[in-house]
């Protein structure tokens, strides 16, 4: 009784700071200092459609080699975390088969949301899209297929070796950067080509479809490793 | 109306503590984790949202030549994005736990798990 009203207490404070800010808060009619230099230059400098993605991958493209650290170690450690109780892994009971529906329709449209993922973070600089979307999009490809069939194993070699190159890729475009370009993952290693097409903004879309790639072969490993403690 | 979003988003994150404090099973947990979450994303994005104005993606719709006016602020939306692998990540990672502490104990009842109490 005393911890629901510790717990009600606190969030009453959270509510009433919230509350203050909300009331506080007068949205800005003008962009900032920041937003303002990305918004005038992004389009010249570095030829990308999409200010975001332009900004994620090459403005602090530096954050984005973070991220895609943290997300690997996650995998990793999911998998270290996992592969300690493979001994007792023997599944003692038959699983029903997945219907006549989950079955055909997994095969009719996993090779559509490929295509799609694949789509998405391959225009990542030109429409609202990129390697982290596209990536998750090419991960529920494989979420699909292990709900139809859950014993279904992925070649975990294959996720490593997809992982280890892309993310070989991503590195190595960002020191060409640094040899024939201003700086660390500057994308104005290649031309920047015509505004708005698919061959523009230098390396950002490799680099966006490399990250694409790490992206989905990371979650791909999650949920294989997920899925592998299914038993009894 | 720009306060719709924020709000929603702040009613988010003290329904996610609400459930984080309150509930016993530790999968509960999780899911009010991601609920509080998706609560400090939507308030984010709130953050950088203008009135009137449209995403930051150049195109025939919004010129280059004007995009300072046109745009919203592409800042918070990179951001996010940044936010929503991570917190996808987090998520996994906690699963992940909660797999193993059901493993060892057999019991997904935090209130259960007293090795660390004194």
């Given at each position: 009784m005393i911890r629901r009203f510790a717990v009600f207490l606190l969030l009453l404070g959270l509510g009433a700071i919230f509350a203050d800010l909300l009331l506080g808060y007068t949205p800005s009619e003008e962009l900032n200092l920041t937003a303002r230099y990305y918004a005038e230059h992004t389009a010249q400098d570095l030829g990308a459609a999409n200010i975001v993605t332009a900004?994620?991958?090459?403005?602090?493209?530096?954050?984005?080699?973070?991220?895609?650290?943290?997300?690997?170690?996650?995998?990793?450690?999911?998998?270290?975390?996992?592969?300690?109780g493979r001994k007792h892994r023997a599944l003692q009971r038959q699983l029903p088969a997945a219907g006549e529906l989950l079955t055909t329709g997994s095969r009719l449209l996993v090779p559509l949301i490929l295509l799609l993922g694949v789509y998405v973070f391959v225009n990542g600089h030109l429409t609202p899209g990129g390697g982290f979307q596209?990536?998750?999009?090419?991960?529920?490809?494989?979420?699909?297929?292990?709900?139809?069939?859950?014993?279904?194993?992925?070649?975990?070699?294959?996720?490593?070796?997809?992982?280890?190159?892309?993310?070989?890729?991503?590195?190595?475009?960002?020191v060409l950067g640094l040899v024939y370009?201003?700086?660390?993952?500057?994308?104005?290693?290649?031309?920047?080509?015509?505004?708005?097409?698919?061959?523009?903004?230098?390396?950002?879309?490799?680099?966006?479809?490399?990250?694409?790639?790490?992206?989905?072969?990371?979650?791909?490993?999650?949920l294989t490793h997920l899925a592998e403690t299914e038993q009894s | 109306m720009d306060w719709i979003a924020m709000a929603t988003g702040f009613i988010l994150i003290l329904m996610g503590l609400y459930?984080?404090?309150?509930?016993?099973n530790i999968l509960r947990i999780i899911v009010s984790f991601s609920v509080a979450n998706t609560g400090v994303n939507l308030v984010l994005v709130a953050v950088g949202y203008m009135r009137g104005r449209t995403a930051p993606i150049l195109d025939e719709a919004v010129p280059m030549t004007d995009a300072v006016t046109r745009i919203i602020d592409p800042l918070p939306q990179a951001l996010v994005l940044t936010a929503i692998v991570i917190g996808l990540g987090v998520t996994a990672l906690m699963l992940t736990y909660a797999y193993k502490l059901y493993e060892e104990k057999g019991t997904l009842d935090i209130s259960k798990c007293r090795d660390l109490k004194w």
């Amino acid at each position: 009784m005393i911890r629901r009203f510790a717990v009600f207490l606190l969030l009453l404070g959270l509510g009433a700071i919230f509350a203050d800010l909300l009331l506080g808060y007068t949205p800005s009619e003008e962009l900032n200092l920041t937003a303002r230099y990305y918004a005038e230059h992004t389009a010249q400098d570095l030829g990308a459609a999409n200010i975001v993605t332009a900004i994620v991958v090459t403005y602090r493209g530096l954050d984005t080699l973070g991220e895609v650290t943290v997300l690997f170690l996650t995998a990793t450690i999911i998998g270290m975390v996992l592969a300690r109780g493979r001994k007792h892994r023997a599944l003692q009971r038959q699983l029903p088969a997945a219907g006549e529906l989950l079955t055909t329709g997994s095969r009719l449209l996993v090779p559509l949301i490929l295509l799609l993922g694949v789509y998405v973070f391959v225009n990542g600089h030109l429409t609202p899209g990129g390697g982290f979307q596209g990536g998750a999009i090419v991960a529920s490809a494989a979420l699909l297929l292990l709900l139809t069939d859950p014993l279904k194993r992925f070649s975990h070699r294959l996720i490593a070796v997809m992982e280890a190159v892309s993310g070989l890729f991503f590195i190595g475009l960002g020191v060409l950067g640094l040899v024939y370009a201003g700086g660390f993952l500057d994308s104005r290693v290649l031309p920047n080509g015509a505004f708005g097409t698919l061959f523009s903004a230098g390396v950002m879309p490799i680099i966006y479809s490399f990250i694409g790639l790490k992206v989905g072969a990371e979650f791909t490993s999650m949920l294989t490793h997920l899925a592998e403690t299914e038993q009894s | 109306m720009d306060w719709i979003a924020m709000a929603t988003g702040f009613i988010l994150i003290l329904m996610g503590l609400y459930g984080a404090l309150t509930n016993r099973n530790i999968l509960r947990i999780i899911v009010s984790f991601s609920v509080a979450n998706t609560g400090v994303n939507l308030v984010l994005v709130a953050v950088g949202y203008m009135r009137g104005r449209t995403a930051p993606i150049l195109d025939e719709a919004v010129p280059m030549t004007d995009a300072v006016t046109r745009i919203i602020d592409p800042l918070p939306q990179a951001l996010v994005l940044t936010a929503i692998v991570i917190g996808l990540g987090v998520t996994a990672l906690m699963l992940t736990y909660a797999y193993k502490l059901y493993e060892e104990k057999g019991t997904l009842d935090i209130s259960k798990c007293r090795d660390l109490k004194w």
